[in-house]
């Protein structure tokens, strides 16, 4: 029967039966690398974990398609999974750090549009303000900091207290202080 079914869509039992397999093969994994890897495999995502997320999804798809022996599909996923892993362990040595990851970079400081600032992150006035709103900001005025973060996040800091901690590695945070300024309608 399920022969007859495959062969209805163009297809034969047995590759039916081999994409199953692949699947269920590659899936079962994924699970098992993602499980050693940490919750860091699934944290929100950085430049580097978008592109090992796309090759996965391309990995998957040439094996269950049948594209790629199951084995090899398998030495994919492990290799891909094994590359995050020293990308995560190199991430957390300063020296190397800087090569992988972008610093967070300051947009706001105490209600000041930093310009330069948003213009390197090639941010308009309007991606600030939807960021601001996002974060219930009724008036930029009393905004501490806006930081673009290394995934591409953007964190509002209101508030009372020192800055000097929170904003330690920040480009553009290094005794920058302004006066407090409008957003600009641009």
Same mark, same amino acid.
Request: no cysteine; charged share 20%.
């Given at each position: 029967m399920l022969t007859d079914v495959?062969?209805?869509?163009?297809?034969?039992?047995?590759?039916?039966?081999?994409?199953?397999?692949?699947?269920?093969?590659?899936y079962a994994s994924m699970v098992l690398a993602t499980r050693i890897a940490g919750p860091r495999s699934l944290a929100q995502m950085s430049a580097f974990d978008f592109i090992a997320t796309v090759a996965l999804g391309s990995i998957t798809a040439t094996v269950g398609l049948g594209s790629v022996p199951l084995v090899e599909g398998l030495v994919a996923v492990v290799t891909l999974f094994t590359l995050q892993f020293g990308t995560g362990v190199a991430r957390r040595r300063r020296t190397l750090r800087g090569a992988i990851d972008n610093a967070p970079l300051l947009l706001?400081?105490?209600?000041?549009?930093?310009?330069?600032?948003?213009?390197?992150?090639?941010?308009?006035?309007? +991606? &600030?303000?939807?960021? =601001?709103?996002?974060?219930?900001?009724?008036?930029?005025? *009393?905004?501490?900091?806006?930081? #673009?973060?290394?995934?591409?996040?953007?964190?509002?800091?209101?508030?009372?207290? +020192? &800055?000097?901690?929170? =904003?330690?590695?920040?480009?553009?945070?290094?005794?920058? *202080?302004?006066?407090?300024?409008? #957003?600009?309608?641009?």
């Open positions: 495959a062969q209805e869509l163009g297809s034969t039992g047995t590759a039916v039966v081999v994409a199953f397999v692949s699947m269920v093969v590659v706001v400081r105490d209600g000041e549009v930093l310009e330069a600032h948003l213009e390197a992150a090639r941010m308009t006035h309007d +991606d &600030l303000r939807q960021h =601001l709103r996002q974060a219930n900001v009724t008036d930029i005025r *009393a905004v501490r900091a806006v930081v #673009l973060e290394t995934t591409g996040g953007v964190s509002v800091m209101q508030g009372d207290g +020192d &800055l000097g901690p929170v =904003l330690q590695g920040v480009r553009g945070a290094e005794g920058h *202080a302004g006066p407090t300024g409008q #957003l600009s309608a641009g």
